[in-house]
């Protein structure tokens, strides 16, 4: 089966460093374009992160020069290292494999809960 | 930067009901254009892709519609499991994507 799940969220505060962890199932993350998107509360969904099977990443201007996307073949988990943590990076993130067929979002993580305060 | 806006931002329906859905990109993106549904608490899921094509195991009921800036989601009739809040992204600036705001769909 095919899956992705989530961990490594929490309680951090202002200009903390936290790293969320993405394990996949079903596939290999190394093969495939990787994504983060996440969710503040009440709000609508923003895309935050990729990496390309060959390696290369991107990133919302937002985050930019913060966090850093990764992966780990060995584990075939995805990472998201986030520094300089901001309130407004609060949020549930949501890891997701981006098809180069359907041009969407394909599968989907449950999410972890990156709350940033004080 | 590629920006969309969806409208309604909210609709209210009953069971059976026809839903149309739009969504419109502030400069043509072809038809690289998805949704998703997504459910309180839970990740979003994908129905549509490539504007219209639906995405293995979404019912029927569902479609999508639209290239260049103006796309549609249809749910020809509305069923319980459906009341949820529906978003579309683009794809054309692939990999710096775009997600609409967000139509919910509750019970009239």
């Known amino acids: 089966e095919v899956q992705l799940v989530e961990s490594g969220g929490g309680l951090i505060q202002p200009g903390g460093s936290l790293r969320l962890s993405c394990a996949a199932s079903g596939f290999t993350v190394s093969s495939k374009y990787m994504s983060w998107v996440r969710q503040a509360p009440g709000k609508g969904l923003e895309w935050v992160s990729l990496?390309?099977?060959?390696?290369?990443?991107y990133y919302a201007d937002s985050v930019k020069g913060r966090f850093t996307i990764s992966r780990d073949k060995s584990k075939n988990t995805l990472y998201l290292q986030m520094n300089s943590l901001r309130a407004e990076d609060s949020a549930v993130y949501y890891c997701?494999?981006?098809?180069?067929?359907?041009?969407?979002?394909?599968?989907w993580g449950q999410g972890t809960t990156v709350t940033v305060s004080s | 930067d590629i920006q969309m806006t969806q409208s309604p931002s909210s609709v209210s329906a009953s069971v059976g009901d026809r839903v149309t859905i739009t969504c419109r990109a502030s400069q043509t993106i072809s038809s690289w254009l998805a949704w998703y549904q997504q459910k309180p608490g839970k990740a979003p899921k994908l129905l549509i892709y490539a504007a219209s094509s639906l995405q293995s195991g979404v019912p029927s009921r569902f479609s999508g519609s639209g290239s260049g800036t103006d796309f549609t989601l249809t749910i020809s009739s509305l069923q319980p499991e459906d009341f949820a809040t529906y978003y579309c992204?683009?794809?054309?600036?692939?990999?710096?994507?775009?997600f609409g705001p967000g139509t919910k769909v509750d019970i009239k």
């Open positions: 997701a494999r981006y098809d180069d067929y359907y041009y969407a979002m394909d599968v």
């Open positions: 990496i390309y099977s060959g390696g290369n990443t």
């Open positions: 992204q683009q794809a054309n600036s692939f990999p710096l994507f775009t």
